[in-house]
């Protein structure tokens, strides 16, 4: 039985996109079956940010319509062997998300894969509920600073009372935090929250922290996860982090700023 | 409600055979208590309120609501349904054994459809919107027939046009995550980074043009290509897009 694990944030533009691919990317090349699922109806980006947006014909809007049979919708990655895509639908709107028509999918798909990421919508509204509704595991992504960081609060209070095991009574959803974007400098300088702020405000385990990366937008530009650039350091701190997930005790990096020598300095500054 | 019906072109001088696909428009009527004398009561009042429109009509009998119903004599209903100058051409959402006896006493069987199971597409045929209509410039996009829908703008991601028993044609760029469907042929003068399905009701004669291809898909008919399988060179070119047997052709213009 597969695991469903919803990457939400409340908030827009803080990497959930980013995050599922490089989790599910992550997760495959460690010899998992994963599927990622691209819940953002009538603003999909997955298929871009996994460089396959060349090979749609069927989306999950088809599959939940019974348009289309689920494996004539999967698109499976080209780089790992165990990593496959569900696109979603650009000319829809949420309302295409029925909870009977995504339940059914995510059932077969638990009997495929061993790990199902839903990249979550922004807000608070249908598609957002609907990726959270079904989940098992939920990865905040959060930027620091205080409207994200609010608004992964309003969403973990939304995981609490709204989602399928809130309403059943079953085990809650197991949290995790991911801060993404953090800027060593900028936060000893005062300008961004430290981890253990956002930490205290918060309060579930922290996951990862990926640290602001010139490769990230690159990445994405260029349809490759970032975790698969193995020059990048948002690269390793994901990788770090879907290690954290499987149970793996590994230190946390790129938490400081990088220790330059004058030279160092000299070269940043003409730059 | 449409339903495809197969029909056989006039036999030609070289004896060839041709099949060809058509869509008519047919009439169903639900059926939901065969042996009742009432419903027969019913339809007869129902046909005098205009005995012209129901004389010779072809209709599809719907047995949705029969599935756990006795068995009946269809034979027996055809028979008296033509007394209605009615003429019930298949059945539609029967069971296996109303299916059966519907074969033997002549008639067809309808599959998909609305009101019955969703039908599953085939591996290379694609549909589109069956639930629901499309939205967007959809309400402007019924031309009276013979007429071209003229789209002026461009059509950006998430817009869908459907020029329903027409051809189209657009002036200016469909950007990618946008989609045009036509009943007939798609010419698009600027770029189309969108999805472009014509013929969508079965129409393999149905083309697209267009000025600068960089397509995410391109379909005629329910065949389709996607962009990773567009030849390179023709990328950014003006280009027709056809069907030859089964193959989407995708061609330089002249």
């Known amino acids: ?271 | 409600m449409t339903a495809p019906v197969r029909k056989a072109g006039p036999a030609e001088e070289t004896v060839s055979i041709q099949f060809r696909g058509g869509l008519y428009t047919l009439m169903r009527l639900k059926i939901s208590n065969p042996r009742d004398q009432a419903f027969f009561t019913a339809l007869m009042t129902k046909i005098a309120q205009a005995p012209d429109f129901f004389r010779h009509a072809p209709v599809v009998l719907d047995l949705q609501d029969l599935a756990d119903a006795p068995p009946f004599n269809m034979a027996e209903l055809i028979r008296r349904l033509r007394q209605h100058q009615l003429v019930p051409v298949a059945v539609a959402n029967g069971t296996d054994e109303q299916n059966k006896s519907a074969i033997n006493a002549g008639i067809s069987i309808l599959r998909g459809g609305g009101g019955g199971e969703a039908a599953v597409p085939r591996a290379a045929e694609i549909s589109v919107l069956p639930t629901g209509e499309p939205r967007e410039a959809s309400a402007a996009a019924v031309p009276a027939a013979g007429q071209t829908l003229l789209v002026t703008q461009a059509v950006r991601s998430g817009q869908q046009i459907y020029a329903r028993h027409s051809d189209i044609v657009v002036l200016a760029s469909i950007s990618a995550g946008a989609e045009l469907l036509s009943d007939g042929h798609i010419h698009v003068y600027g770029t189309l980074r969108g999805r472009a399905h014509a013929g969508l009701k079965g129409n393999g004669a149905a083309r697209i043009f267009c000025r600068s291809l960089e397509a995410e898909l391109v379909s005629i008919a329910g065949f389709w290509r996607v962009r990773e399988d567009m030849p390179d060179d023709l990328i950014g070119k003006p280009v027709q897009v056809f069907l030859k047997g089964e193959q989407v052709v995708i061609e330089p213009l002249p």
Do not use: W
């Open chain 1, 1 to 271: 039985m597969g695991k469903v694990i919803v990457m939400t944030s409340g908030k827009g533009g803080v990497g959930k996109t980013t995050t599922s691919a490089a989790f599910s990317a992550g997760l495959a090349s460690r010899g998992h079956k994963t599927v990622v699922i691209d819940f953002d109806v009538g603003l999909r980006n997955l298929d871009l940010i996994m460089g396959c947006e060349r090979r749609v014909v069927f989306d999950f809007v088809h599959v939940i319509n019974g348009d289309a049979r689920l494996n004539q919708a999967l698109i499976r990655d080209k780089r790992l062997e165990h990593l496959y895509i569900l696109p979603t639908s650009q000319t829809r709107d949420k309302d295409a998300l029925t909870r009977e028509g995504v339940e059914r999918v995510l059932t077969e798909l638990r009997e495929q894969f061993e790990y199902i990421i839903c990249d979550s919508p922004a807000g608070i509204e249908r598609g957002a509920l609907m990726a959270l509704y079904f989940a098992d595991e939920a990865i905040i992504v959060t930027n620091p600073e205080v409207s994200s960081v609010r608004d992964s609060d309003r969403i973990l209070g939304v995981l609490q009372s709204r989602s399928r095991r809130a309403e059943e009574g079953l085990d809650p959803v197991r949290e995790h935090l991911l801060l993404s974007r953090y800027d060593p400098e900028r936060v000893e300088r005062g300008e961004m929250m430290k981890v253990d702020d956002v930490l205290e405000i918060l309060a579930i385990p922290l996951l990862g922290v990926i640290p602001e990366s010139r490769s990230v937008l690159k990445a994405s530009n260029v349809g490759t996860p970032v975790i698969l650039d193995p020059q990048s350091a948002a690269g390793d701190a994901y990788r770090d982090a879907v290690g954290r997930f499987l149970g793996e005790s590994l230190p946390f990096r790129f938490m400081r700023p990088e220790r330059r020598g004058l030279f160092q300095r000299f070269l940043r500054r003409s730059a």
